[in-house]
């Protein structure tokens, strides 16, 4: 039976997983296969921590050159994570015609079309199946099950750490605040959240998604992205009231010849199956002009899900080598600038409003009217407390209103007299009903 010489980089949570997974089922592998991997090399400025699984003398280095280097590996894994030294590997590895399986969202949205154009300079391939969303396979799902697919539309809940916070904050009525403690004390979310909580690392995933749905090369700068941090409690109650609930989601479309891309929380019919998605797992609906709706569901992130997306990219890479040359090379994104992108201005939307107003005769009224001199038309209005004088929180629903109509009518509205402090805006989608 062939062997595939792997070397790895960076030795932590994931790398770990990864060591497992082969100690646990290669065997299997192979079987599947056809093709035995065979790890060859590690890399880790640590070779001093124990990480739960035992290694033969010689494997563990701290230097990664050597490893990538070593003409006894084939395929090199990338998990040390980050845009600078990590990019540097990956380019030296395909410099020197190897494979590269990586994880690493934030390296392949930032400098994916420099990392794939070196990869078909090369005529060799870049595998990242555990980049968007551990151990849910959806990366294979649209480069291979829907390839005969035109995309339209791709909802995400991609981050453990905001789904874990909102799920606390719907099912047990806490604050934004308490309910990140908890994920903190739980493991589930860093001592520097922002990468989570404001949106960043989800709309990392975003890019890599719609690049793939698309064939070009999307660019951060044109995700729109607007993160958790500071939901109010209030709008969990009140979205539950309306019929709804508050996902963080990546929202990703294709109409009209340009592509939208943004992250920000959303209201969600609470009987979608989306809205009951709890805790760490993630979720990725897509929609296809010929299979419809097709939903990809599990665990997001930790040692083992996320290992089982590197093994399956290193399975891939085994069969293609094994299959002689010209097996390995995937079509690269077109560059950035080959697709029309959609503003966020021009996008159509339905939209949740939470206005605090000065409980006096009238002031609803002119509220309503701005709104309609906008062209917004309301869809619904709750208003639970009455106290003459003083300011009341009320609710509105929009029927579906472009963007930049809407934030003309907030500019307005937050600055009249009656109005206590800026008005709550959230979005609405109906994922997949609307037309």
């Known amino acids: 039976m062939n062997e595939i010489g792997v070397g790895l980089l960076g030795f932590g949570t994931v790398g770990a997983g990864v060591v497992e997974g082969l100690q646990k089922n290669g065997d299997l592998l192979a079987e599947r296969t056809g093709v035995r991997l065979a790890l060859r090399r590690i890399a880790d400025v640590d070779m001093v921590r124990d990480r739960g699984v035992k290694l033969e003398p010689g494997v563990l280095t701290n230097d990664a050159a050597a490893v990538i280097n070593d003409p006894a590996v084939q395929v090199v894994v990338e998990l040390i994570g980050g845009t600078k030294i990590a990019k540097q590997f990956i380019l030296q590895a ?13 390296l392949l949205a930032e400098h994916g079309e420099e990392i794939f154009a070196a990869a ?41 750490t905001c789904n874990y916070i909102l799920t606390k904050m719907e099912r047990e009525q806490v604050t934004f605040e308490h309910a990140l403690k908890e994920a903190q004390a739980a493991g589930f979310a860093e001592a520097d959240p922002g990468l989570d909580i404001d949106g960043h690392d989800t709309a990392h995933k975003a890019a890599i998604l719609a690049s793939l749905a698309y064939g070009v090369q999307v660019p951060m700068s044109r ?63 897509v929609e296809g ?14 040692r083992l899900p996320t290992a089982s997306a590197v093994l399956s990219d290193l399975a891939d890479v085994a069969r293609r080598l094994s299959a002689g040359p010209g097996r390995l090379p995937e079509p690269a994104p077109q560059p950035a600038s080959a697709a029309v992108y959609r503003d966020l201005g021009a996008i159509m939307s339905r939209y949740y ?21 906008h062209g917004i038309s309301i869809a ?27 934030e003309a009518a907030l500019r307005i509205l937050d600055a009249m007299d009656g109005v206590g402090g800026r008005t709550v805006r959230m979005r609405i989608e109906d994922l997949g009903t609307e037309k």
Not at 96 to 101: A, C, I, R, S
Not at 270 to 281: E, P, T, W
């Open 94 to 106: 395909l410099a020197l015609g190897k494979p590269v399986v990586t994880a690493n969202k934030a």
């Open 120 to 160: 078909a300079r090369h005529h060799t391939g870049v595998f990242y199946e555990a980049s968007v969303a551990g151990g849910v396979p959806i990366i294979r799902a649209l480069r291979e099950g829907l390839v005969a697919n035109r995309i339209a539309r791709i909802y995400g809940i991609l981050n453990g």
């Open 223 to 285: 995700v729109y992205v607007e993160g958790i941090r500071g939901l109010a409690k209030t709008d969990i109650e009140c979205a539950r009231g309306l019929g709804y609930g508050i996902k963080l989601l990546a929202v990703i479309k294709h109409a009209d010849g340009a592509i939208e891309v943004r992250v920000h929380p959303t209201l969600v019919p609470a009987g979608h199956m989306i809205a009951s998605v709890s805790g760490v797992f993630n979720v990725v609906l």
């Open 289 to 302: 002009d010929i299979v419809g709706q097709t939903a990809y569901y599990g665990r997001g992130a930790g």
């Open 353 to 373: 409003l939470r206005l605090s107003l000065l409980d006096k005769p009238g002031m609803l009224g002119q509220v309503m009217t701005i709104l309609g001199q």
């Open 380 to 406: 619904s209005v709750l208003q639970k407390e009455m106290h003459a004088g003083k300011h009341v929180p009320v609710i509105i629903v929009t029927d579906q209103a472009q963007e930049k109509d809407f």
